[in-house]
């Protein structure tokens, strides 16, 4: 399987998946330039693809989606409340007829040789979900938006050999920042994002003896450094009571505005 993140952050969001046959995009939250060119860094066009997983309705994940399907017709995958609340933003434009394909949280389905899981995570949005995606023996998921984790999402990232994972803020930073207090509250809320350190403390809990690679994603533009996330991420694992330490695989952070490595396992 194949890994690469298109664009990260607040401000748009859009992983790719694959496998030898089949294409997927997570999220479609930048311009359709923008996700051509970052396929075409994949060696692949929007014809290549095979669907969009969309998280949730926020416009960080969605900008490009109509664009996306009146393109290529691609299918879109997203929960009764994703779908309900995309069909009321008019900037998206219309969607071609049937585009929609509703899928559940803990309901398992098939694209091509990928097997898709999604599974609910806590986000102020109509019915989000993080993903899960299997080829084969092999594994990976984009966990973002998600105001904090507990045992049943730590259940559905175990076995991974890659993921994205949320690194979005640095508390301090946040609350020392010029953000309104009703956005800190939200942000900071359990339907709101994971810090650094909880990403971090996140991470120890799903290391296992196959994983090579974790992206941080999702940063906030305000409230985080690159670096900062990087560290903290580290020192929470080094910390943390798992027998794995932050050297033992790679970690990198994936950026806002560029492509991220294209990563194999
Ligand atoms: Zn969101
Ligand atoms: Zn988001």
Do not use: W
């Not at 995009?25 to 969309?54: C, F, H, M, P, W």
């Not at 990232?157 to 946040?174: G, P, Q, S």
């Not at 920042?177 to 350190?197: A, F, M, Q, T, V």
């Not at 996140?202 to 690159?226: E, K, T, V, W």
Request: hydrophobic content about 35%; aromatic content about 6%; proline content about 4%.
């Amino acid at each position: 399987m194949r890994m690469m993140s298109l664009a990260s952050g607040s401000s748009g969001n859009c992983i790719y998946i694959g496998s030898e046959s089949t294409h997927i995009l997570v999220d479609a939250g930048i311009s359709g330039k923008r996700i051509e060119q970052g396929l075409n860094e994949a060696g692949l066009t929007g014809r290549d693809l095979a669907g969009v997983l969309v998280t949730h309705e926020h416009n960080d994940h969605i900008r490009g989606l109509g664009v996306l399907a009146r393109k290529y017709g691609l299918p879109i995958y997203g929960t009764a409340g994703t779908i309900r609340e995309i069909g009321r933003i008019r900037q998206l434009g219309a969607f071609p007829e049937g585009i929609f394909r509703e899928i559940a949280p803990d309901r398992d389905f098939g694209i091509g040789d990928l097997l898709v899981q999604p599974f609910s995570i806590d986000h102020d949005a109509a019915d989000p979900v993080a993903y899960r995606v299997k080829c084969g023996n092999r594994q990976v998921a984009v966990a973002t938006d998600m105001g904090h984790y507990d045992e049943y999402i730590i259940s559905h990232l175990l076995d991974l050999d890659a993921a994205l994972i949320e690194a979005n803020h640095d508390v301090r930073m946040l609350e020392a920042g010029p953000y309104p207090y009703p956005l800190k509250k939200r942000i900071l809320g359990d339907r709101g994002h994971l810090s650094n350190e909880n990403s971090g403390r996140l991470i120890s809990r799903i290391l296992n003896d196959r994983i090579r690679h974790i992206f941080l994603g999702h940063l906030s533009a305000q409230n985080n450094y690159p670096e900062l996330a990087y560290e903290t991420v580290r020192l929470e694992i080094d910390e943390s009571d798992t027998p794995y330490r932050a050297d033992n695989f790679s970690i990198s952070v994936a950026r806002r505005d560029r492509i991220s490595e294209l990563i194999t396992v």
